[in-house]
């Protein structure tokens, strides 16, 4: 089969010619046809092997991997009796715990794509042929759907013997799906109970493996046993931030982090979760590096405050409070195309290489999160059209002053049109958000929210304010002494590493309006 695999491209002959070599056979497959239904079976056959994976976040985990990870269990002495893979895939955890462990009594995996259980079962067969001695339990693979799956026909043969939840969900996203107009969602796919704006700004966004955990944890948290899941990190930092609200009699949580890209080609930060089934509610998790088990740091509460580095913020949580001024995110307009400029002889250059002239009223140099890696900065590369001035102002009469500026935008009029966020349904023509006087001061405290470096920038006029965009927060001073001083705060070593006890480097967004918002520098 990883023979088919492997040579998933070949065409008819080519197959041919490398089976030969392989095994002495001439025409080994007699007809094309005979080809391409074995590809289609086994599914490697091009449109059944790619679409779905995306759909199905689905990276499958290499035997040396869940070897490792099944005999990091055993070595804590988890000895199941019952083992349940939720979305088993190929089964690299299913035949590494058979290998692993000889307490097994029951192994139950579920699975969506076809293929890959008749893969599995190949794969069981030639095990047990192979090691006819082995331990050899009862095997259920079911090709099912875990979202509709009656997990009660198993709770019901568990019978207070020892469980292990095993698995890797899908690598995949709520938001992505419905992109992609998948069903493979839950039918409660507004599980986070999100509400108005937070559902818009995407609060309510999840994992589909989040929600795979959490439904594992509620299902058989209770029972006698253990848990470990390959999830991504941000999705164990929110398993432990719910652990507050859902209490579940979960301990010894650990976080064990995996190099992803070298195990799945995967450009994201994940880690093997483990912990204890059924006994007194922890809510830290201790975090190590799976490969040398070198011990790190830990993550979770403090009395009421939730950290990614617990020692730390003890040491410096008399900086957690409220911030004394308010921190603003920069200006929103998602219309990058038409409404980030360039400045050049005589006129400007949007995204589209399109060259005009503009009247200058409108105009203002906009920083984004790249040009946030220095000290100091009062020199744009990029400008932008501020068509308001406050969020909702009407827009007609200003540009009828600017004839210029009305036929730029009056051109491009679809691309703001096309913008999908509801934020700007039922708002005037050529509507931006994140504007207010704040925006228009003239010195600035700002810091990127893309990256993940905690130094604070101080942006100065040149001629004219400078603005930030929506992947910035800053806060507005009128003078340079104010600025200065408060840059220097939250600059102060101090301030940056108690900021580093509560910051996840892991999150999409690793610097947050709320993250911000928690600095009393004013204590310094
Ligand atoms: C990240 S892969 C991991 C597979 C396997 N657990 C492993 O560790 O190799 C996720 C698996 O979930 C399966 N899957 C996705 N959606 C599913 C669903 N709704 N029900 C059951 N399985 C699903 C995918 O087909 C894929 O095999």
Excluded at 98 to 111: A, D, K, P, R
Excluded at 157 to 162: A, D, L, P
Excluded at 239 to 249: D, S, T
Excluded at 508 to 520: C, D, F, P, Q, V
Aim: aromatic share 12%; hydrophobic share 35%.
């Amino acid at each position: 089969m990883s023979f088919f695999q492997e040579n998933k491209n070949a065409d008819f002959q080519e197959i041919n010619k490398l089976l030969k070599a392989q095994c002495g056979i001439v025409d080994f497959f007699e007809i094309e046809n005979d080809y391409t239904q074995l590809k289609q079976k086994i599914g490697i056959a091009q449109c059944v092997a790619c679409e779905p994976r995306i759909e199905y976040g689905d990276f499958q985990t290499n035997r040396t991997l869940s070897l490792a990870i099944t005999n990091y269990l055993f070595s804590k002495n988890i000895n199941p009796q019952i083992l349940i893979e939720p979305t088993c895939g190929k089964g690299s955890f299913i035949l590494s715990a058979l290998q692993t462990f000889n307490s097994l009594e029951q192994v139950f995996g579920i699975e969506i794509q076809e293929t890959y259980l008749w893969e599995l079962k190949f794969e069981l067969l030639e095990y047990f042929l192979k090691n006819k001695t082995a331990n050899k339990p009862e095997i259920h693979l079911y090709h099912h759907n875990i979202f509709d799956f009656d997990f009660q026909q198993i709770n019901k043969q568990i019978n207070g013997r020892e469980l292990l939840v095993i698995g890797n969900p899908p690598w995949v996203t709520n938001a992505t799906l419905s992109t992609l107009n998948s069903k493979n969602l839950p039918t409660k796919s507004n599980f986070k109970n999100v509400k108005g704006i937070d559902a818009i700004t995407g609060k309510g966004n999840f994992d589909i493996g989040e929600y795979i955990a959490l439904n594992m944890l509620d299902l058989f948290a209770k029972e006698k046993g253990n848990f470990a899941f390959l999830i991504k990190n941000s999705v164990i930092k929110n398993i432990v931030y719910e652990q507050k609200r859902n209490n579940y009699p979960i301990s010894n949580l650990e976080k064990h982090i995996i190099n992803a890209q070298k195990e799945f080609g995967a450009a994201v930060d994940a880690s093997l979760f483990v912990c204890k089934f059924n006994t007194t509610p922890e809510w830290t998790a201790k975090e190590f590096d799976f490969y040398s088990s070198k011990s790190r740091v830990t993550l979770g509460w403090v009395n009421n405050k939730f950290a990614s580095d617990t020692e730390k913020y003890k040491k410096y949580q008399q900086f957690d409070g409220v911030c004394p001024f308010e921190w603003r995110q920069g200006i929103k307009h998602d219309c990058a195309k038409v409404m980030e400029l360039e400045r050049i002889d005589g006129g400007f250059k949007n995204a589209l290489n399109e060259e005009f002239e503009l009247e200058e009223d409108l105009v203002y140099g906009i920083l984004k999160s790249s040009d946030l890696q220095v000290d100091n900065i009062d020199t744009p590369r990029k400008y932008t059209i501020v068509t308001q001035k406050k969020i909702g102002q009407e827009t007609k009469s200003i540009l009828a002053k600017l004839p210029k500026t009305r036929d730029y935008l009056e051109r491009h009029k679809n691309y703001f049109l096309q913008r999908k966020s509801s934020i700007y349904n039922g708002k005037p023509m050529y509507s931006i958000f994140g504007v207010g006087d704040y925006s228009f001061k003239p010195y600035k405290v700002a810091i990127s929210g893309l990256y993940k470096q905690t130094k604070f920038t101080l942006v100065q006029p040149n001629g004219t304010v400078l603005l930030l965009d929506d992947t910035c927060y800053f806060i507005g001073f009128d003078t340079l002494e104010e600025a200065q001083a408060v840059q220097s705060s939250l600059n102060n070593p101090e301030i940056q590493e108690f900021i580093e006890s509560f910051m996840f480097t892991d999150s999409k967004r690793a610097i947050t309006k709320e993250l911000l918002m928690r600095i009393n520098f004013s204590s310094n």
